[in-house]
C-alpha cells in the first residue's frame, strides 16, 4: 500500500472491503449548497468500484475511495456530469517523435490509470491529447509513462501549469463567469431602477416604463441569471430542490406575471424590477462569497507556495534544470545561498544555515552540515549544499503535509449530518411555503399581483446556502489556521471531539520527556557497553540509539551480529557469530530468560531507580553481566501545558512502559496524579478503554509510532511529529514542530472552530425563521419586496462565510 495515495483510514476499508483501494480527489464544479453536495455524492457511490465517497461544499472537492480492480476512472467523471456538474480538469498535449495509427493502442494502454480522464490522438501533429485530473496525476507523471512505453517526446504542451493550486483556479474561473453576468446586470437592472423613479415623477408613462422594464430585464433573466436556471433545471433531473431552485421559481414568477400584466391578461403592476433586482443581488452575493472562500483555504496555498517547481539536477559534470517531479531518490541537487530547498535529502557536501521556520517554527537559521537531514520548503540563507535526494515532488515532507490539510478540509463533521437531513427537506419545505403563502393571500382576497409579490419573496429570501456553508467553511478556514502553526489535523472529526474530552492520557517518554535518552551510569565491567551497543544496534529504539550513541562518542565499535530479534516491552536479543546470544531490555526480559541476576548489580539498579533513572541490563548467555542507567529531561513547557490543562478542566492522566519509580517521579515534577507503569503497547489500549468508561472520550498524546495502537484506540491520537512520514504516523493530529504546547492551540483553535460553526448554524436557523413568515406579510405593517429579500438572502451567506473567516486570525 502506497502511503502517499492511501491515508491509513483508507487502508481500514480495503481491509473491509477485501481489495487494493486508493483514495482520488475530484474538483467538483457548479456546487451551491448541501443539496448539491449531497446529488454529487449520491452519483458518485452509484460507480461500481467507488467504496466511499465524501463531498465537501466548502472545497468543493470530493474525495473517493476506489477498488483499484473494479474502478472505471472515467465513469467518476460520467456519473458527476450525469447529476449536472463538472470536474475540473486539465489538459496535456504531448508532441511525439512519430505517431502512428498502431501506436495508438500502446498508448492508450500506457495511460490507462487512475488519474486519467480521456486520450485523444493527433496523427498529423503526432500528438496525443490527455485530459487529466491534476490532483491525481502530473502531466509530467504522464510524460515518463510514454517514455517508458517506448516513446521519445519532443515537446510538451501545457493547458496551465500544473501545481498544488488548484483550487484557486477554479474558484477564479467560476469568479469570470459571475463577473460576465454581473457586467450585463448591473447597468441594465440601475436604468429599471432610473426609470421606476423617472415614472414615480410622471416623467415616463406607466406602460412605456412596462414595456422598457421588460426589454431591460430579459437578458438579466435569462443571461444573467441562467446560472440559476440551468441549476434548477439540473436539479430538477436529479429529483431535487436547491438555492438555485428558490431564485429561478422567485425571479420567473415575478417575470411571467408580469409580463401577463403588460399584455393585459392579468390586473396589477409589473414586477420587472424586482425579478432583475433579484438576480443581480445574488449574484453579487455570490461573488463576495466566493472570494471570501478563496481566501478560506489561502493558508493552504501559502505552504504549496513554499515548494519550489524545479531543482538543479548534477548530471555528470553539469547541472541540469528540471521539475521536482523528474527528480529521483539519490540524485544530487544543488542549493545556492538565499534559494529555497526543493527536495527533502541529506546534505551529501556543502554547509549552510538553513531558515527551518516553516516546519519548525523557530526563526533562527540552523546549521546543517554533511549528513544532516533537509526538508523541502525551508530556505538556505547562507552557505551552499549538494544534497542527496530521499523524497521528491508530491512525497516530500511538505507534500504530505498539504494532501493531508486538503483532506481533512474535506472531511466532516458529525453535527454536518445533521444539517444535511435538514438542508434535503429545506428547500421543498421552502417551495411549499411559497405556494401557501400564494393561496392564503388569494383567499383572503388580495390583489393577485400582491400574493404573487409575497409568494416570491418567500422564495427568495430563504437561504439553505448559508445552512449548508455553515459547517464546512469553519472546517476549511480551522484547518488551514491549523496547518499555519504547525498542526496537521488528518481528520476534522478530531476536532469536535477533543472539545468534548475531559481527559487526555501522556505518553512519558519523547511526549513528556525530550526523547532524546542519554546514558548516565554503567554497572558491571568494561565489555558491559560494547555488548549492550552490538545487540542494539540494528533498533530504532530511543533508549538503543542512547546507548549506541554512548558507546560510539566513546570509541565502542559494535561487532556485527548474526540475528537480531526486538521484543515489544521487553528488549532485544542478538546472536554473535560465535553462538552468544546478547539480550538488553528490562525486568520482564531478564525474567523472561530465567537469567542469574548477581545481588551487586540488583542493589545497584535500585538505587538508581530510586534517583529516576531507567535501567536495562545486559545479559549474556542466561546470566546478567551488568546495566546501564539511562535518564531523560523533561520538555521544558511540558510543566506549563499540564497546568494550563487542568485550568481548561481537563483531566491528565500519564501512560507509560517505564517502571513505576522512575514514572512518578516525572510525574510528581509535572503535578500529574494518576500514572499507570510498566504497560505494554496492549496494556496502554485497555487502559484508554477503562478511562474511556470513566470520564468519556479520552484523547492521547504520544510518540506515533510505539504508541500506535494506543493512539488509534483513543477517540483522539495525537502524535508528536518528528519530520517523518507523517502519512505513516498513527493518530488524528500530529503536532509537527514536536512542541508540546502545541496541544494547547489545537484544543484553543479546537473550541473556537466549533463555536463558530455553532454561531453560523445558529444564525442561519433563525434568519431563516424570523425571514420567511416576514417575507409572507406575516407581521402586519411589513412588507418585503422580492428584491430586498434577495438582498437579504445574499447577505446571510456572506455573513456565514465572513464570520468563518475570522478563524484565519486566531491568536492561537
Request: overall charge neutral.
Amino acid at each position: 500500500m502506497n502511503y502517499a495515495d492511501t491515508s491509513i483510514a483508507n487502508v481500514r476499508v480495503g481491509l473491509r472491503f477485501g481489495g487494493r483501494t486508493r483514495e482520488v480527489t475530484l474538483k467538483i464544479i457548479g456546487m451551491h449548497c448541501a443539496t448539491c453536495s449531497l446529488t454529487v455524492q449520491k452519483a458518485l457511490l452509484s460507480v461500481p468500484g467507488v467504496l466511499t465517497a465524501n463531498v465537501s461544499l466548502a472545497s468543493d472537492e470530493a474525495k473517493v475511495v476506489v477498488d483499484e480492480a473494479r474502478i472505471d476512472y472515467k465513469a467518476l467523471l460520467r456519473a458527476v456530469q450525469r447529476a449536472g456538474y463538472d470536474v475540473y480538469r486539465e489538459e496535456v498535449k504531448v508532441y511525439l517523435r512519430s505517431l502512428n495509427p498502431d501506436d495508438e493502442s500502446a498508448i492508450t494502454k500506457a495511460l490507462s490509470r487512475i488519474g486519467v480522464f480521456n486520450v485523444g490522438f493527433d496523427l498529423t501533429n503526432h500528438s496525443v491529447i490527455i485530459e487529466y485530473n491534476p490532483l491525481d496525476i502530473t502531466s509530467d507523471e504522464l510524460t515518463t509513462m510514454l517514455r517508458r512505453s517506448g516513446f521519445t517526446v519532443i515537446n510538451v504542451s501545457k493547458a496551465s501549469e500544473v501545481d498544488l493550486d488548484v483550487d484557486k483556479r477554479t474558484v477564479e474561473s467560476d469568479l469570470r463567469d459571475i463577473l460576465l453576468r454581473l457586467v450585463v446586470a448591473v447597468p441594465l437592472t440601475t436604468a429599471i431602477f432610473i426609470m421606476m423613479i423617472l415614472t414615480m415623477t410622471s416623467l415616463i408613462p406607466i406602460p412605456l416604463y412596462n414595456l422598457l422594464s421588460f426589454i431591460l430585464a430579459t437578458p438579466v433573466q435569462f443571461y444573467s441569471g441562467w446560472r440559476f436556471i440551468k441549476g434548477a433545471v439540473r436539479a430538477f433531473h436529479n429529483a431535487t430542490a436547491n438555492m438555485d431552485t428558490l431564485v429561478a421559481l422567485g425571479t420567473l414568477s415575478a417575470y411571467v406575471f408580469s409580463i401577463l400584466v403588460l399584455i393585459n391578461l392579468l390586473p396589477g403592476t409589473t414586477f420587472f424590477d424586482s425579478s432583475a433586482a433579484v438576480i443581480t443581488f445574488v449574484l453579487i452575493g455570490r461573488y463576495l462569497e466566493v472570494r471570501a472562500r478563496l481566501h478560506a483555504s489561502s493558508a493552504i496555498r501559502e505552504l504549496a507556495r513554499l515548494q519550489p517547481r524545479v531543482a538543479r539536477v548534477i548530471k555528470g559534470n553539469t547541472e541540469v534544470e528540471v521539475s521536482v517531479t523528474e527528480v529521483e531518490p539519490g540524485d544530487l541537487v544543488v542549493v545556492r545561498q538565499g534559494e529555497a530547498i526543493p527536495v527533502d535529502g541529506i546534505v551529501d557536501s556543502g554547509e549552510g544555515y538553513v531558515d527551518e521556520s516553516s516546519m519548525s517554527g523557530e526563526y533562527m537559521p540552523v546549521h546543517r552540515v554533511s549528513g544532516d537531514v533537509v526538508l523541502a520548503g525551508t530556505h538556505l540563507v547562507r552557505g551552499y549544499f549538494v544534497i542527496r535526494t530521499t523524497r521528491n515532488g508530491r512525497y516530500t515532507l511538505l507534500s504530505q503535509i498539504i494532501k493531508l490539510a486538503r483532506q481533512a478540509q474535506a472531511s466532516r463533521l458529525p453535527i454536518q449530518s445533521l444539517v444535511d437531513r435538514v438542508s434535503a427537506v429545506f428547500t421543498w419545505a421552502v417551495i411549499s411555503a411559497g405556494i401557501l403563502t400564494l393561496i392564503t393571500w388569494l383567499l383572503l382576497g388580495s390583489p393577485i399581483y400582491l400574493a404573487v409579490m409575497h409568494m416570491a419573496a418567500v422564495l427568495v429570501v430563504a437561504c439553505p446556502c448559508a445552512l449548508g456553508l455553515a459547517t464546512p467553511i469553519s472546517v476549511v478556514v480551522g484547518v488551514g489556521r491549523a496547518a499555519q502553526k504547525g498542526i496537521i489535523i488528518k481528520d476534522a472529526n478530531a476536532l469536535e471531539k477533543l472539545v468534548k474530552a475531559r481527559i487526555v492520557a501522556f505518553d512519558k517518554t519523547g511526549t513528556l520527556t525530550m526523547g532524546k535518552p542519554r546514558v548516565f551510569s554503567i554497572i558491571g565491567d568494561e565489555n558491559v557497553l560494547a555488548l549492550a551497543a552490538t545487540a542494539e544496534a540494528k533498533s530504532e529504539h530511543p533508549l538503543a540509539r542512547a546507548i549506541v550513541e554512548y558507546a560510539m562518542e566513546r570509541g565502542v565499535i559494535p561487532s556485527d551480529v548474526l540475528s537480531f530479534d526486538s521484543i515489544q516491552g521487553m528488549g532485544v536479543i542478538s546472536q554473535l557469530g560465535d553462538g552468544s546470544v546478547i539480550a538488553v531490555g528490562n525486568e520482564r526480559l531478564v525474567k523472561g530468560m530465567e537469567a542469574e541476576l548477581p545481588k551487586y548489580i540488583e542493589d545497584e539498579t535500585q538505587r538508581l531507580r530510586g534517583l529516576g533513572y531507567t535501567v536495562v541490563y545486559v545479559v549474556v548467555n542466561n546470566t546478567v553481566r551488568g546495566a546501564l542507567a539511562i535518564g531523560d529531561t523533561l520538555r521544558p513547557e511540558a510543566p506549563r501545558v499540564i497546568s494550563e490543562l487542568r485550568k481548561l478542566g481537563i483531566n491528565v492522566v500519564m501512560l507509560t512502559g517505564d517502571n513505576e519509580v522512575n514514572a512518578r517521579l516525572i510525574a510528581r515534577k509535572l503535578g500529574i496524579e494518576e500514572v499507570h507503569a510498566n504497560l505494554l503497547p496492549d496494556d496502554k489500549v485497555n487502559i484508554i478503554n477503562e478511562l474511556r468508561g470513566k470520564y468519556g472520550l479520552i484523547a492521547m498524546v504520544g510518540d506515533g509510532i510505539n504508541d500506535a495502537a494506543a493512539l488509534n484506540a483513543a477517540d483522539v491520537g495525537i502524535a508528536m511529529g518528528s519530520g517523518s512520514d507523517i502519512t505513516k504516523e498513527a493518530g488524528d493530529v500530529v503536532l509537527l514542530r514536536n512542541r508540546l504546547d502545541q496541544l494547547i492551540d489545537l484544543i484553543t483553535l479546537s473550541r473556537r472552530v466549533l463555536n463558530n460553526i455553532k454561531f453560523n448554524l445558529i444564525y442561519a436557523f433563525l434568519y431563516n425563521v424570523i425571514l420567511i413568515p416576514i417575507a409572507a406579510g406575516v407581521v402586519p405593517g411589513i412588507t418585503v419586496r422580492p428584491e430586498w429579500a434577495g438582498l437579504a438572502m445574499a447577505l446571510s451567506s456572506i455573513t456565514v462565510t465572513l464570520n468563518a473567516l475570522r478563524l484565519r486570525y486566531s491568536h492561537v
